[in-house]
């Protein structure tokens, strides 16, 4: 098993703050990305919300938990509005410049502003990796964004056969 990343607690999109240790005896799909992110994120978010199908009553011992990486403009009002147009169980975490950059360097995310403006206003490059973590909190896979979703309900199931 790897080790990697570690427990951490930034704000959720409640405004409350959220301990990830609080997920112990879950299975953990976690992502950074942001709100005005234009076609990783939405597709990323909707593989999610299918594999939560694909799982059906097991999905409930699966939480997807999204790490904004854009602090300055997804505040926990634009965090709670974009999750809810998906169909997942999903925990909204945000928090301030240091808090986001901490935690992304501790899963080796890459991140930071694009010189390419949109209409949305500034791009933000990202690592587009979901890491799947266990229910004791130890990385089990690195999905990348052509596993397709029923690769990784298969995965879930894997990891929840072992725990």
Same mark, same amino acid.
């Given at each position: 098993k790897l080790e990697f990343g570690r427990d951490f607690v930034l704000t959720d999109q409640h405004g409350r703050r959220f301990d990830t240790a609080s997920l112990r005896g879950k299975v953990i799909f976690l992502f950074f990305g942001y709100t005005t992110c234009p076609d990783a994120c939405p597709m990323t978010l909707s593989k999610l919300a299918r594999v939560d199908a694909l799982l059906g009553e097991? /999905?409930?011992?699966?939480? +997807?938990?999204?790490?904004?990486?854009d602090p300055e403009r997804d505040t926990v009002e634009k965090l709670k509005t974009? @999750?809810?147009?998906? +169909? @997942?169980?999903v925990v909204g975490l945000t928090g301030t410049v240091e808090e986001v950059k901490d935690v992304a360097g501790d899963f080796g995310v890459y991140y930071g502003k694009? *010189? !390419? !403006?949109? %209409? %949305? /206003?500034?791009?933000? *490059?990202? +690592? +587009?990796l979901v890491y799947l973590i266990d229910h004791q909190g130890t990385l089990r896979y690195l999905s990348h964004p052509e596993d397709s979703p029923e690769v990784l309900a298969g995965l879930v199931r894997k990891v929840l056969t072992e725990g």
């Open positions: 097991k /999905g409930r011992r699966v939480q +997807t938990v999204y790490v904004s990486v974009y @999750l809810s147009y998906y +169909t @997942l169980p694009s *010189d !390419e !403006e949109t %209409a %949305a /206003g500034y791009l933000v *490059d990202h +690592t +587009t």
